[in-house]
């Protein structure tokens, strides 16, 4: 997944590379209900603001995620199942229920208007998060080996 | 000279002997004459000897007046002195010794009253008008009228307590009716003695509602732990709070004499009071002036530049900023302490702000200046003008505190008029776009931006465009003018932010837009008052 992120707000998209925004795949069906008790979409969040310059917000309520938490399942028309994941830790703010009324929207505008989610770590962590990731031109790098690798 | 009535007398005789201060005495007599407590402290005390010694030798001449109705009688009791006298009429006479009223000379002469521990004694002399006077003088105040307030040390409710628990009893030891209970309160008596000579000397009018604050606290540290015995006695009228240093407070206190029952008061604290080493300590004399407002209207040039100080971790990110701009001169005219900068709405860094401008209010915290002509007002807004090329002010004016409400609430309720430069990412004709003029009361969902989402709460607002107007530059390009309700994200409107804006100019178009200048033409305000240039 890709990362974009600006004043500590993460935002989650499917990274270029990933097999559903390859040509050929249909998504059939978006889920985010993670397990019996667990789904992306009851996530509550309220948050508390002072009216005045110095802004307290806390979110009350809203699901931590790690690294590893699923945040949807995808699966495509050709049977395939994918699992989006956090990929990085931080409180669930909202999901994209867009993308589960309009599924197209994540292939057409995968890093816009077809965003997974929206993450905000916490501000200690906010920091070291961005720096673990990988820049555009990393990236590139990383696919070029891989594809290089696999010929 | 003192008039007080017979019925005084033993109260006179009781608190003289215990050391208090003929001040306070008249005010446990309820003597309602301010200028009475005015008089010198040396007249007073030799009045209120006369006033002993008078009665002393009527009854040393026996005089029996059979006409007399028996109320003028009074019964004199001494526990110390032996003989009771029974005149005709049957009431009994006492003669006081006159021992007994050379001692009360002697324990009141240069001791600190036992009461008000020298407040109505030495805090009301020249020496002290002069030392207050002088700090005010020189902490450079502009004022018209003062009001002058006195933080006394709790300990003074518990000893005026005593002293008239002291009285009570006494005169019920003596069979004698309980005098009123409307004592002339402290700080009333001293105020009645201060404010004469603060007002002579500073040359300006004591007055409740003066906005020029003189204040002095007082302290007896001597006798600091003697409302002590009151959490004892009333645990729950002592909370520990949690920034206040001692649990005692004024307010405590006073709750807790209101409580305590008289025969434990007296159980645990001698009544009357006993007499003091020392005086109170003045500790502070403090000025301040109430805050003046400053209101007008601001325009924004620049498209670096904040509202506020942008710091981040300690660390200024961007040069200087609009509040400290305008602040800087203002501060620098009206000598205050601190500011607190408001507006009507807000602008990003990179947004301009042109017309007539954003309504603000600066509130001056603690002005020594607080007198300023219009035309020193204009000459003011045109040093904030030259000095920076970066913002204007217009409409410079000081203004009340309520008048910033008319400012708070054009943030909610009034249309702003923007103009947007905007860039498509598919080419345009002039007629893709001029159905945009035609749409009237357009409205929004939007999102919570997420560029603020970190300090804002994520929700959901209704806003409306109330019209539009756009200007077509080239197949990529247009310039759009709209107005729009308060609270409206016109950045959002016109990129969308990732769909959460709906609807957004993007998908009117059918386009992916962005936006690249975003100008504030308008704030539909009309406060504060224009003024002709």
Redesign the interface.
């Known amino acids: 997944c890709i990362v974009l992120s ?4 993460c ?1 989650i998209t499917l990274a270029e590379a990933h097999p559903l925004l390859q040509s050929g795949k249909t998504i059939k069906n978006i889920n985010y209900q993670i397990s019996a008790n667990c789904s992306r979409l009851q996530n509550k ?5 002072k009216r005045t ?1 110095l ?1 307290v ?1 806390q979110i009350q309520g809203a699901q931590f995620l790690t690294e590893l938490a699923p945040l949807c399942r995808i699966s495509s028309s050709d049977g395939e199942e994918y699992t989006i994941y956090s990929c990085i830790r931080g409180r669930l ?2 999901v ?1 229920e ?1 993308i589960l009324s309009n599924p197209a ?1 994540l292939q057409e ?1 995968p890093s ?2 077809g ?1 997974i989610a ?1 993450v ?1 770590p916490k501000f200690e962590e906010s920091k070291s998060i961005t720096q673990g990731l990988l820049t555009q031109k990393e990236y590139e790098e990383v696919l070029l080996k891989r594809r290089g690798s696999a010929s | 000279m003192s008039s007080l009535p017979e019925k005084d007398r033993p109260i006179v005789q009781l608190l003289l002997k215990a050391g208090t201060c003929p001040r306070c005495i008249l005010r446990f007599c309820c003597v309602g004459s301010q200028v009475l407590y005015r008089h010198p402290h040396k007249d007073l005390m030799k009045d209120l000897q006369e006033f002993l010694k008078n009665s002393q030798e009527k009854e040393d001449t026996a005089c029996l007046d059979v006409a007399d109705p028996p109320c003028k009688r009074i019964r004199l009791e001494h526990r110390e002195e032996g003989a009771d006298d029974l005149n005709h009429n049957g009431a009994i006479l006492q003669l006081p010794s006159a021992g007994d009223g050379n001692a009360a000379r002697e324990s009141s002469a240069g001791n600190v009253c036992n009461v008000c521990l020298g407040v109505l004694q030495e805090f009301c002399e020249a020496d002290f008008v002069k030392k207050v006077c002088q700090k005010v003088n020189s902490a450079d105040y502009q004022f018209t009228s003062f009001v002058f307030s006195v933080s006394l040390p709790p300990q003074l409710s518990v000893r005026e307590r005593a002293a008239w628990l002291g009285v009570k009893q006494q005169m019920r030891n003596l069979g004698l009716p309980l005098p009123k209970d409307d004592i002339v309160q402290l700080k009333e008596a001293y105020k009645w003695i201060i404010h004469p000579q603060l007002s002579e000397e500073l040359g300006v009018p004591a007055d409740g509602k003066s906005l020029f604050e003189v204040s002095v606290v007082f302290a007896h540290p001597e006798t600091d732990e003697e409302c002590h015995f009151l959490a004892t006695a009333c645990p729950d009228c002592f909370k520990p709070a949690k920034n206040k240093q001692s649990v005692f407070t004024r307010m405590a206190v006073i709750k807790a004499l209101e409580k305590i029952k008289e025969e434990d008061f007296l159980k645990h604290f001698p009544c009357p009071p006993s007499s003091p080493k020392n005086l109170c300590d003045a500790l502070e004399i403090q000025c301040n002036n109430g805050a003046v407002f400053v209101a007008g209207r601001y325009n924004k040039y620049s498209r670096n530049l904040p509202q ?1 100080p942008w710091i981040i971790d300690g660390e200024r990110k961007l040069e200087s900023s609009v509040e400290e701009l305008i602040s800087e001169h203002l501060m620098a005219e009206f000598k205050a302490d601190s500011f607190n900068f408001s507006s009507s709405g807000r602008e990003d860094v990179d947004v301009r702000t042109l017309g007539n401008g954003r309504p603000f209010a600066m509130e001056l915290v603690n002005p020594r200046r607080i007198h300023f002509t219009a035309e020193e007002m204009r000459r003011l807004q045109q040093a904030i003008n030259d000095s920076s090329d970066k913002i204007q002010v217009r409409d410079l004016q000081l203004v009340t505190r309520e008048a910033i409400g008319r400012m708070k609430e054009g943030e909610e309720e009034k249309t702003k008029t923007y103009s947007a430069l905007i860039w498509t990412d598919k080419a345009i004709q002039r007629e893709d776009i001029a159905f945009l003029d035609d749409i009237k009361e357009l409205k929004l969902d939007q ?1 919570t931006p ?9 929700a959901v607002r209704c806003r409306l465009i109330h019209t539009m107007k756009c200007e077509y530059i080239d197949e990529h390009h247009f310039r759009l003018r709209l107005k729009t309700q308060a609270g409206t994200y016109i950045k959002e409107f016109v990129h ?1 932010d ?2 959460r804006t709906k609807p957004n100019i993007g998908s009117l178009l059918n386009r ?1 837009a962005d936006i690249l200048e975003l100008d504030v033409e308008s704030v539909d305000v009309d406060w504060p008052p224009t003024l002709a240039e």
């Open positions: 600006f004043c500590r707000i935002v969040v309220s948050g508390k603001s310059c802004f917000f703010i909202e994209n867009n929207l505008k816009t208007e965003y929206v905000l | 506020t999102k997420l560029r603020v989402l970190h300090r804002r709460p994520l969308g990732f769909g992916t």
